[in-house]
């Protein structure tokens, strides 16, 4: 029998998992395994773009109702932020059956200990868990990683880990390719206890705030096999064989170009 605070994590019709797929380009799978839980980490971020074109463009708070986001994103073909990505990942993984909650997370990027403004999602198999989180704008990790604090996760863009922080708090590690464990960079803090969704509610209000770093400018970033893609205000940066180019935006119709041609995002409605 479900708990109040299981019966309130994220859980799609299996019509509404299925057109989810198809937006990543899986089919409906046999089996429920660590094979296919990375695939679908894999797919959603180079498929399913970080963007903030919601609080950025048509200024309003993020819905954090999943039949809402599941038509932004799935049959609207948007891309969303963490409140955003990470819920409907929940809601996807779960309705295919695999076991899993959201958790809370510290950002890490600046100095200072800040309230936990990102969610992220843990997801059982046995009694392993697996760090999956396709709502982060920053560097990603293109798999689920192990949080038993032992084992180092690798990705061809680097590797990573988790080392404890104090009781209930693991600090999530990455290691750039080519380099030693000493100059890892710790990238957020994670909570061990499940949150329930309305506990984000707060978190994402203030993230759609005129103060948030949300409302700034525009922010929108994709993986490919050469790294991420991404729009952070008027710059644009792309990556291929010969390595990363930054150009400038000098429009709004080039903007609207590189956004439908590169991350497959109709512009929304200006208010």
């Known amino acids: ?40 980490v894999r797919r ?11 609080q950025v463009v048509c200024h309003k708070t993020v819905s954090m109702d999943l039949e809402q986001i599941y038509e932004k994103i799935v049959l609207g073909r948007r891309g969303g932020y963490c409140f955003e990505l990470n819920s409907l990942f929940l809601g996807l993984v779960r309705g295919l059956g695999y076991k899993g909650y959201p958790v809370a997370c510290r950002v890490l990027r600046r100095p200072g200990l800040r309230v936990p403004t990102h969610r992220a999602n843990v997801v059982c198999l046995g009694e392993e868990e697996y760090f999956c989180d396709v709502g982060f704008g920053g560097i990603a990790c293109l798999r689920g990683a192990r949080m038993d604090c032992s084992t180092v996760t690798e990705t061809e863009f680097g590797s990573f880990f988790f080392q404890p922080e104090y009781k209930g708090w693991l600090n999530l590690w990455h290691i750039p390719n080519g380099e030693e464990k000493s100059v890892a ?16 509610a707060a978190a994402n209000a203030a993230m759609c705030g005129e103060d948030s770093i949300f409302t700034q400018g525009v922010m929108v970033q994709r993986m ?23 150009v400038q935006i000098s429009s709004d119709r080039e903007l609207e170009t590189i956004l439908k041609d590169v991350f497959g995002i109709e512009l929304p409605q200006k208010v």
């Open 1 to 40: 029998m479900e708990s109040l605070l299981e019966k309130s994590f994220e859980c799609l019709r299996e019509k509404q998992c299925r057109s989810y797929l198809d937006r990543l380009g899986l089919e409906y799978p046999r089996h429920l395994d660590r094979e296919f839980l990375d695939r679908l």
């Open 44 to 54: 959603h971020l180079e498929v399913i773009p970080f963007e903030n074109l919601t």
């Open 185 to 200: 960079a710790k990238i957020m803090m994670v909570a061990q206890i499940p949150s329930a969704p309305i506990d984000f």
């Open 224 to 246: 490919t096999q050469w790294g991420p893609f991404s729009i952070d205000g008027d710059q644009y940066t792309s990556r291929g064989p010969e390595g990363k180019k930054v």
